[in-house]
């Protein structure tokens, strides 16, 4: 029986196009994140910040997909910048709870302009993107499930 080879083909691979996509859309951010001295996952961060205010530090890796390990150095970081402050929570201490500061508030200001400018070096049609959006979080949502359940 003859082996068939063409599955480890990369053109054969769905996960290398997301792999090279996500490559180049995080460069493609990074001359504007440049601009508010944030790395890509540093703006992220910020982006569930401005949205929740106060989250456990759990609750910002639920919301990123990111460990304890990835997010104590980043949140540190955002700390020194003085954008988000932890503390230990009083009901139990071995939670940390991060609060996004006034100057993590005004650094949203800056970054309003960052998703259009990012929108337009993409070019890609509201639709196209509206349906690879949906197919990504359904691929992402049954892969944490796999990975977590």
């Given at each position: 029986?003859?082996?068939?080879?063409?599955?480890?083909?990369?053109?054969?691979?769905?996960?290398?196009?997301?792999?090279?996509?996500?490559?180049?859309?995080?460069?493609?951010?990074?001359?504007?994140?440049?601009?508010?001295?944030?790395?890509?996952?540093?703006?992220?961060?910020?982006?569930?910040?401005?949205?929740?205010?106060?989250?456990?530090?759990?609750?910002?890796?639920?919301?990123?997909?990111?460990?304890?390990?990835?997010?104590?150095?980043?949140?540190?970081?955002?700390?020194?910048?003085?954008?988000?402050?932890?503390?230990?929570?009083?009901?139990?201490?071995?939670?940390?709870?991060?609060?996004?500061t006034e100057k993590g508030m005004a650094l949203r200001e800056k970054a309003l302009s960052v998703p259009a400018k990012?929108?337009?070096?993409?070019?890609?049609?509201?639709?196209?993107?509206?349906?690879?959006?949906?197919?990504?979080?359904?691929?992402?949502?049954?892969?944490?499930?796999?990975?977590?359940?």
């Amino acid at each position: 029986m003859e082996k068939n080879f063409d599955t480890l083909k990369l053109e054969n691979q769905l996960c290398f196009p997301l792999y090279a996509c996500a490559k180049e859309i995080v460069k493609a951010y990074k001359p504007y994140l440049d601009e508010l001295d944030l790395t890509y996952t540093q703006y992220i961060t910020m982006m569930v910040m401005w949205e929740h205010k106060e989250l456990r530090v759990k609750e910002v890796g639920e919301h990123l997909y990111l460990d304890s390990s990835t997010l104590t150095p980043l949140l540190k970081r955002l700390e020194e910048k003085g954008y988000v402050a932890r503390r230990r929570s009083l009901e139990d201490e071995r939670d940390l709870i991060v609060t996004v500061t006034e100057k993590g508030m005004a650094l949203r200001e800056k970054a309003l302009s960052v998703p259009a400018k990012l929108a337009a070096c993409v070019d890609l049609e509201p639709g196209k993107a509206q349906i690879l959006y949906g197919i990504l979080h359904e691929l992402l949502g049954k892969l944490s499930e796999r990975n977590n359940g």
